[in-house]
């Protein structure tokens, strides 16, 4: 939405408080909720479905919508740079959606017996963000880039609308059927 109102760098200044916000997730799950996790099944299983469900309800949620876009500088107050990264790290951090999301995904991409679990917590960590980095700055550029024919064609917002429902159900079904 910054970079549709505001241009390519206020996008960009909002993507790397996001993605800074996703090194506190990953020392929770580093040091603390995945001992939990990991020595009891029961909890971990509630916390896949529970990932998996609220995913679903997103997707049905998003379905639900008209898939209209409403876009228009003026309702979008424009920031600073310090600011939009403010604001990226602390809708990161506060989303229960994302604690929840690493909690449910990464103990079942934990890759070795012989290291480390809160090593391979941050190896999986800074995949995860250097991953999202390229793909939301992307995302930015490109809706900056783009942000004339996006307000022009408000058709756009129903092949939006689709792509998200087919990812939060393609991560909802990847993280019932994952292995611990």
């Keep these: 939405m910054q970079s549709i109102s505001h241009g390519k760098k206020a996008g ?16 929770l799950v580093a040091f603390g909720v995945s001992v939990l996790i990991k020595e009891n099944e029961s909890l971990y299983l509630m916390i896949k479905i529970l990932g998996a469900t609220y995913l679903l309800y997103l997707a049905y949620k998003v379905f639900r919508s008209d898939g209209s876009l409403h876009l228009n500088s003026e309702s979008i107050p424009k920031k600073s740079g310090k600011q ?18 690493f909690l449910a995904l990464f103990p079942g991409f934990l890759f070795s017996n012989t290291i480390n679990e809160v090593t391979q917590f941050y190896v999986l960590g800074f995949l995860f963000m250097a991953v999202s980095f390229i793909i939301f700055s992307s995302i930015a550029i490109l ?28 991560i909802a079904v990847f993280i019932l059927f994952s292995k611990k």
């Design 12 to 27: 960009l200044a909002t993507v790397s408080g996001l993605i800074s916000g996703c090194l506190v997730h990953t020392t």
């Design 84 to 101: 939009l990264f403010k604001q990226g790290f602390l809708m990161n951090v506060l989303n229960p959606k994302v604690s929840l999301f």
């Design 143 to 170: 809706a900056g880039s783009i942000s004339s024919y996006i307000k022009q064609h408000k058709h756009i917002g129903n092949y939006l609308k689709w792509l998200q429902i087919i990812v939060f159900v393609g």
